[in-house]
């Protein structure tokens, strides 16, 4: 490519980054703000923070949405695991595929159709909504993002390797806990970290099917827009911001972290010799 | 002397339309070097399958020591297999990984030390117990996966192409290596290739397959001088095959010419192929030549010309020779009646063996 | 002993597989054809089809789904092309990446700061001489936040298709004699149409049915199919006619589907 080309290139990307942050800074910005609009901003103050932590209902419902994206993440990747493990044992190619596309359905599907479905389900099974009709659907919609970040790491695979450890003695049992799981533990990892984003993410589904007594912050916050602004929620917005990093980084310290430690144990390894 | 380990009786192996093995028989005795050659898809790898257990014959008898084993889980199989990818875990070190199989069998700690430490030192690798797979070469690689899975003490070991990923020269070395490893454990190594050079090289004995069937057995000189057919002659080495037929025993025709040959019990007239290798044609004169060709290409190998030439009837000839011609030019080959051998078509190894008998000393 | 074994491994995802991906769809179809007193009728259909309001409804989620698609597209791909090429390129998807985990309820709210009378966008205009403008509860807002919601989601497959193409095509293009613009357009953008068709597929299908902007963001005046299905679960309790909607939006993903699914005839490996 040419300089110029290059150069517009990068003035374009800037510009588009630019675009992308700015109505997050901007919320973030004015959750210090003193006044109380997102429009002029009075000067720097910690109002809006002390708010929220002392709003008892809020940190209620924050709460209950980690729980709930905690334990759907890890009932998601159990069962997602199994699905891809699954998946991928398919002798043949055509109910690999059929379960392939069965998987993706929810994937693809409009949130209202994921909550009006769910909704119906679980009306017709008199399953109470709340807690347990949230938790339930945040595992139902994460599964298949769990079985797509698994699998890739199945197919990579060698069969030789499943192969090698039965050649030297290990039983089925051994074979998934001493060969696949480790081989596989990048992709339930990064599965796992899917699902609790989907989970804090999703609005829709969870507002089809939350009922009246439970709430999560994607619902809370949709009813409190519709009412107005209020600075709290752009405090709110900020300690999410920064959860949302902290998750990041965690992910990819961890996704990171198996190799540097394997590293320097053979670092020391070599020192002894 | 020395007494069967593994024996295949009758092996079939289908699958839906495709039958990749048809009635396989065969007994490799105690500490010898088995190969099994032939083109990829011919089978080779589906035999080993089925001794090492991961895949089932569709009927016929697998023996292991004189016991039936077609019902025995592979994990319980006193065999090991060394993979053509290597299959070394990539979750666990060097150390790791051959001690995997000694671990799973609760072999005491400072036994598996011992046994993890003698068998890298078997392939010279014990200074790498510590390091990651991710850190070896190809050729190191190799030698963990076979350290792996000699430190098992298998009275059998299955090489699954194991050198089709090193490059030539190392590839080389690894066949010198092999082979004494072999000797020097005494154990049965069976090994599948489709490199004709490796087999030779190696092998006690050679099983010559294609499309799931074994086409002919034995050593690697017996194959390379008497090829069971077309097929096996042309995978074996460079060879020129010209059609001709058989006079009367010990005298053969073809390209219009007629030859003193070294081989008998066929029926008079009968149409046959005849081999004769590149190394064994001699350059001459034309006139001193009993065949004329017109030389097209050569190309040098190093240790020798290989050169291209075509006869009056325009069929192709390969010659190997110490010395350049010229392109173009007319030149004579001259060849013995023992560098010449006759096949039959649709002969079966049983035939061939019982033939070869007849006049052979 | 082994069959058994597996059956219980794979138990959970077939179940799963049974009540929440097969047994959902199985009900809404179902209920389709229930009218708001629990009686069988094709009523809901009927009145789909006949009503102008459904028809143009339908319509307009369609235009607007284009447009949105349409216009994360046309930013994306000069983005994903530009990162594709950048030295750390990793670090910059990554960057891509990051807004998305950002609640998307919060980034709606921004906007409605954002867009508001005295907000940023306003007060940008005035700095340049423009009048402010009236923009929240306006299609155009609408379409451009939903954009912005749905462009991370359009330059991901297209980047990683991008990243797929091995460096040689390129080279061998321009030895051939092709301009920028020439390997671009003939060799470049035909090998990302993997990309492009997961990045529509992804884009398109949701902003079918974004309800929450278009309440947000769209004021009440934009009805998508999307809000029409939630006020009939939510509001009205109409079960049967809102199934009706879904059973047309469930038909309108498959058709969408089978025009981007990429049937890796001329595949690579």
């Given amino acids: 490519m040419s300089n110029r080309s290059s150069k517009l290139g990068k003035i374009y990307i800037v ?70 493990l699954g998946i991928s044992n398919a002798k043949r190619e055509r109910s690999r595929q059929t379960l392939l596309s069965l998987n993706n359905i929810l994937l693809v599907s409009p949130d209202v159709i994921m909550g009006a479905s769910f909704l119906i389900f679980f009306t017709s099974l008199k399953v109470p909504l709340g807690f347990w009709s949230v938790l339930l659907s945040h595992i139902a919609f994460e599964i298949p993002i769990v079985v797509l970040m698994v699998l890739p790491r199945l197919d990579e695979m060698s069969p030789s390797l499943i192969n090698a450890a039965t050649d030297l003695g290990a039983t089925s049992g051994q074979v998934l806990s001493r060969v696949v799981l480790p081989f596989i533990q990048p992709g339930i990892i990064a599965g796992f970290f899917m699902a609790i984003t989907y989970s804090l993410d999703d609005f829709a589904v969870t507002f089809f099917v939350t009922g009246n007594g439970f709430t999560t912050l994607s619902v809370e916050i949709y009813s409190r827009a519709r009412q107005g602004i209020s600075l709290e929620i752009n405090a709110l917005a900020g300690i999410m911001f920064v959860f949302s990093l902290i998750l990041v980084i965690v992910y990819y310290f961890i996704e990171n972290h198996n190799l540097v430690s394997r590293r320097k144990k053979d670092k020391l390894g070599v020192a002894n010799q | 002397m020395s007494k069967t380990i593994i024996e295949l009786q009758h092996v079939y192996k289908k699958y839906d339309d495709f039958t990749a093995l048809k009635d396989i028989n065969f007994k490799l005795n105690q500490g010898e070097f088995y190969t099994l050659l032939g083109p990829s898809g011919c089978g080779k790898t589906t035999i080993l399958q089925t001794i090492a257990g991961f895949t089932d014959a569709t009927s016929g008898q697998v023996l292991f020591d004189g016991q039936k084993i077609n019902d025995i889980p592979a994990n319980k199989r006193q065999l090991n297999t060394v993979f053509q990818d290597y299959a070394l875990f990539p979750n666990m070190n060097v150390f790791e990984n051959v001690a995997f199989g000694l671990i799973l069998h609760k072999v005491k700690k400072a036994e598996v030390a011992e046994r ?215 030149i004579g080959l001259t060849f013995g009646p023992n560098d010449m051998h006759v096949m039959r078509y649709n002969e079966t190894e049983a035939k061939f063996n019982s033939r070869l008998e007849t006049y052979e000393e | 002993m082994k069959k058994s074994f597996r059956a219980m491994f794979y138990t959970p995802y077939m179940m799963w597989l049974a009540l929440f991906v097969i047994a959902p769809v199985g009900l809404i179809v179902y209920y389709s054809f229930f009218n708001i007193s629990h009686q069988f009728t094709f009523d809901n259909y009927a009145t789909f089809f006949r009503s102008g309001t459904y028809l143009t409804m339908t319509a307009n989620s369609v235009l607007y789904a284009f447009l949105i698609t349409l216009i994360s597209l046309l930013i994306s791909y000069p983005m994903a092309l530009v990162i594709s090429k950048l030295k750390h390129r990793d670090l910059w998807i990554l960057l891509v990446i990051l807004p998305t985990w950002i609640n998307l309820l919060l980034k709606a709210y921004a906007f409605i700061g954002l867009l508001s009378h005295d907000g940023l966008v306003n007060n940008l205009f005035e700095l340049v001489g423009l009048p402010a403008q009236h923009m929240l509860f306006t299609d155009t807002s609408f379409i451009l936040v939903a954009s912005y919601i749905q462009i991370p989601f359009m330059i991901l497959p297209i980047y990683n298709s991008l990243t797929d193409i091995s460096d040689s095509y390129i080279k061998a293009s321009h030895d051939l004699g092709a301009t920028n613009w020439q390997t671009l357009t003939k060799i470049i953008i035909p090998m990302t149409m993997p990309g492009i068709k997961s990045g529509v597929q992804i884009v398109f299908i949701p902003s079918l049915s974004l309800f929450m902007l278009s309440r947000l963001i769209g004021g009440n005046k934009i009805i998508t199919l999307g809000t029409a299905v939630e006020e009939h679960f939510l509001t009205t309790m109409n079960w049967g006619m809102g199934s009706t909607i879904g059973v047309v939006l469930i038909i309108s993903m498959v058709i969408v589907m089978l025009f981007t699914n990429t049937k890796r005839k001329r595949g690579r490996n």
């Avoid at chain 2, 070991?157 to 092999?178: C, G, I, N, T, V």
């Avoid at chain 2, 499309?211 to 995978?235: M, R, S, T, W």
């Avoid at chain 2, 010209?242 to 040959?261: A, K, Q, W």
């Fill in chain 1, 15 to 84: 510009i588009i980054f630019l675009l992308l942050y700015m109505p997050i800074l901007y919320l973030i910005i004015y959750s210090f703000s003193k006044g109380t609009t997102m429009t002029n901003f009075r000067g720097f103050s910690l109002t809006h923070y002390g708010e929220l932590f002392h709003d008892k209902r809020m940190l209620a419902i924050f709460l209950d949405t980690v729980l709930i994206a905690l334990l759907s993440s890890v009932f998601s990747t159990i069962i997602g695991t199994l699905g891809a």
């Fill in chain 2, 116 to 330: 993890v430490h003698d068998a890298l030192k078997l392939v010279q690798l014990d200074q790498y117990a510590n390091r990651e797979i991710s850190e070896l070469s190809g050729g190191q690689k190799q030698r963990i996966a076979i350290a792996r899975a000699i430190v098992n003490r298998p009275k059998v070991l299955l090489l699954d192409e194991p050198l089709s990923a090193l490059d030539a020269k190392l590839r080389k070395d690894m066949q010198y290596e092999l082979r004494s490893l072999q000797q020097n454990l005494g154990i049965t190594f069976l090994f599948v290739t489709h490199d004709q050079e490796e087999a030779l090289a190696m092998s006690d004995q050679i099983f010559v397959m294609n499309k799931g069937q074994i086409l002919q057995k034995g050593d690697p000189v017996d194959i390379y001088d008497e090829p069971i057919n077309h097929f096996v002659a042309d995978f074996i080495g460079e060879s020129n095959i010209i059609p001709g037929h058989m006079v009367r025993d010990y005298e053969i025709s073809f390209l219009g010419h007629t030859f003193e040959c070294a081989d008998a019990g066929m029926r008079p007239n009968e149409p046959v192929e005849v081999v004769i290798r590149p190394e064994d044609l001699v350059i001459t004169t034309p006139e001193k030549g009993k065949l004329q060709v017109k030389v097209s290409t050569q190309l040098f190998r190093g240790d020798y010309y290989e050169i291209l030439a075509y006869d009056m009837q325009d069929n192709e000839w390969l010659i190997h020779s110490t010395n350049a011609t010229t392109d173009n030019a007319i």
